[in-house]
């Protein structure tokens, strides 16, 4: 009974704070208002000044975790929407897919190396630009710290919203198919969710790239991670 009232409790508090962060963020339209960020930093600064552990926050918050799946998939319905789009754009967006999930495994285990950080936290490093629910089943094959990996992936997603801009500007990147492979495969769900509130051509192209980064991951990471160490 404690548990299903904790399970109540949290799952609708997570949802409230999520909500009201959208509306700011509607209000305010910036990087440093993106919902997630807002929503997360706010449940930690709870959970660390009413001295909640995680474990029991997770009571509820697991089932908003077993959320992640269907949400992915649902993201599905923009590809339909745009498919003979897609089928035109085929091998540049697969191509660039394939190049920017490869430097995205290896320069993370580059820098980790350089910097002489726990092999452990460079396994669970290494999947980082994939959405979580891959990310997770990965970072299990290979030996890494599920816990990191899903901070890792959390981070990769907000630093390409907010790196975006510049980053399109700096290197000249004006295509739609460019902008939508980039920010796809590096920064998963979280950076194709707001290229759709940007661009909704962006945002299906960005959902492709991360799908397809997820599998070519899937199958890189271990390989890598066994030919490397």
Excluded: C
């Excluded at 094959?141 to 901070?151: D, F, M, P, Q, Y």
């Excluded at 909704?200 to 192209?205: A, P, V």
């Amino acid at each position: 009974m404690i548990n299903l009232v904790l399970t109540i409790i949290f799952i609708i508090g997570t949802m409230s704070i999520y909500i009201l962060s959208r509306k700011l963020n509607k209000k305010w339209n910036h990087p440093l208002t993106l919902p997630v960020l807002v929503s997360s930093v706010v449940i930690i600064v709870i959970l660390l000044i009413s001295k909640i552990p995680y474990e029991t926050y997770m009571v509820g918050g697991e089932w908003i975790h077993y959320l992640l799946g269907p949400a992915v998939v649902a993201l599905a319905y923009p590809l339909y929407i745009r498919r003979r789009l897609l089928l035109k754009w085929l091998f540049p967006i697969f191509m660039g897919t394939i190049v920017g999930a490869f430097i995205g495994i290896l320069s993370g285990i580059i820098l980790a190396k350089l910097l002489q950080v726990d092999e452990t936290i460079i396994y669970s490093l290494v999947p980082k630009s994939v959405t979580t629910p891959i990310a997770i089943e990965v970072t299990n094959i290979i030996g890494g710290e599920v816990s990191l990996t899903a901070v890792f992936v959390i981070m990769a997603g907000i630093s390409g919203v907010f790196m975006r801009g510049f980053l399109f500007k700096t290197m000249r990147i004006e295509h739609v198919v460019g902008r939508g492979v980039g920010i796809g495969s590096a920064s998963h769900a979280i950076g194709s969710a707001h290229s759709l509130e940007i661009d909704e051509l962006e945002g299906t192209l960005g959902t492709v790239a991360m799908v397809v980064s997820a599998v070519i991951v899937s199958m890189l990471a271990p390989l890598l991670v066994s030919l490397i160490f």
